[in-house]
């Protein structure tokens, strides 16, 4: 379906311009020739460009990354030993020996011995049981990564919306600013019409200097478009991480499509997707373990660890002939379990009798945090309702304004059948053309602005698009 302003600059073309065909020519070949180097880009072929190359998705995704690692530590931790080699190599030499002791004593002493060398592979300390408070730091963990998964589901989101805006805006402003070209083209079209009358006698000085005034505003109007035009397209270089002179051709057409949901099928939507709500979530979550790792250190819980495996080799250093001075001569080539029961009991310190002062900071951070939550709930559901209603009411305004679109279109071909039979007023088809002209300038505004709207409302229940939608 063809608009209403290409209908207009349609008709335009066809009707007005002919009479001063070789003046628009020349400028449209000046116009050809300047844009040249511009690059056709679909809104798929942008966002192709910006994932590969954006630095954003390339943080967000080291970010994830390392958090990734960190769960795994935690993991590994958590359900298995650490397996470690330790080599030690050292040399000693005595200098003197202690009065009245075997070193003294024993004639034979050796004051220069041999390298004392040690090896051992251990298999590590293994927590057995702990009262689960190491599986509490490991499910803590857990719920960290699953946070900074949200958090990158959100960063992508967030560029993925941020590009389609920057893409849409960049190709309504390009969409004005060719229908500022033609309307300046028709401004000094009439210039020159109204100038070659007043020559013949047929048009007065008022009527020169009116014109002048239409190409002046009109030359005016175009130099902000093509202001405009150029700042979309460095914000759109930026997100694609090209040059900023870069020029392009935007050929995805915005689609309007109505909300087809209403605001509790949205927040319903919001509680099982949205990442800010499952980050306070986990966040909560990991609250109320900080409060009860904090419980369970205050109380005399003992904690069971073994290390399963430690295989153990040295050739000591002999210091003398004396058997009860033979360095390391039980560890020569051992095979060793160990297992060992701790328990400590905090009475007493700055964090208060039995730690109070440190489990009622964690209560607090905890109510603190479900506060939060709470609350960014309700808002979350208020803007939700709000944004619905927002949304309804630019629909509203869009169809209204299609119909204006038609309104105006039908009072510009009046003006034209008019003006090839009987003549038409030069005012009058100048107020016309400008009346479709921003009429279609309003629907591109509140079209974008549709887009801008559901997009919010995306965001905020945690979807790329809303059902129904195709960007």
């Known amino acids: 379906m063809v608009n209403g302003f290409t209908l207009v600059k349609r008709v335009v073309a066809e009707r007005f311009l002919q009479t001063f065909s070789a003046t628009l020519i020349s400028m449209f070949a000046l116009t050809t020739s300047a844009h ?22 390339k943080t967000a995704q080291l970010n994830l990354e390392d958090h990734q690692i960190t769960y795994d530590i935690a993991w590994y931790t958590f359900w298995l030993p650490s397996l470690a080699l330790n080599v030690e190599s050292n040399y000693q030499y005595t200098i003197g020996t202690l009065p009245f002791t075997p070193a003294r004593n ?31 730091i490991y ?65 007065t000085d008022d009527e020169v200097s009116s014109s002048t005034v239409d190409l002046n505003t009109a030359k005016i109007d175009l130099v902000e478009k093509r202001n405009v035009l150029a700042q979309y397209l460095i914000n ?24 087809r949901l209403d605001d509790r099928e949205l927040f319903d939507i919001y509680k099982k997707n949205s990442p800010a709500y499952l ?43 004396s058997p009860d001075w033979v360095s390391g001569s039980s560890d020569s080539g051992t095979i060793d379990f160990a297992a060992k029961v701790t ?17 009622r900071k964690e209560y607090i951070k905890r109510d603190k945090t479900e506060i939060k939550f709470h609350m960014d709930q309700l808002k979350n559901e208020i803007d939700i309702k709000q944004q619905v209603l927002d949304i309804r009411t630019i629909e509203q305004n ?31 088809l100048r107020d016309a053309i400008r009346e479709a002209r921003e009429s279609q300038f309003e ?10 709207a559901k997009f919010i409302l995306a965001k905020l229940v945690g979807l790329d698009r809303l059902p129904g939608d195709s960007l």
């Open 279 to 321: 980050i306070d979530q986990n966040v909560l979550a990991q609250d109320e373990i900080d409060a009860s790792i904090a419980e369970k250190n205050r109380l005399p819980l003992p904690t069971l660890s073994i290390q399963p495996l430690t295989i153990r080799y040295a050739n000591g250093y002999a210091g003398g002939t």
């Open 236 to 259: 759109l270089n930026t997100y694609l991480n090209t040059a900023t002179d870069t020029q392009y051709q935007l050929t995805t057409e915005l689609p309007f499509r109505t909300v």
């Open 443 to 452: 629907y591109y505004d509140d079209l974008l602005k549709h887009l801008k």
């Open 343 to 359: 328990l400590s009991i905090p009475i007493f310190g700055p964090e208060g009798f039995f730690n109070h002062r440190t489990i």
């Open 139 to 203: 499910d803590k963990a857990k719920l960290a990564l699953e946070t900074a998964q949200q958090h990158y589901i959100k960063e992508v989101r967030d560029a993925r919306i941020s590009l389609i805006n920057t893409y849409f805006e960049t190709k309504i402003a390009q969409e004005k600013m060719e229908a500022s070209e033609g309307s300046y083209k028709i401004a000094q079209a009439i210039a020159e019409n109204v100038i070659t009358k007043k020559k013949l006698g047929k048009a």
């Open 398 to 428: 869009l169809i209204t304004q299609k119909e204006t679109i038609v309104q105006n279109q039908e009072l510009l071909n009046s003006y034209f059948k008019k003006a090839a039979t009987a003549g038409v007023d030069r005012l009058n």
């Open 36 to 57: 040249s180097a511009i690059i056709p880009l679909t809104l798929d072929d942008a966002m192709k460009r910006m994932m590969e190359s954006s630095p954003d998705i």
């Open 106 to 136: 024993d004639s034979n002493f050796f004051h220069r011995g041999p390298p004392s060398n040690t090896t051992t592979v251990g298999l590590g300390s293994f927590v057995v049981f702990d009262f689960f408070k190491q599986r509490a």
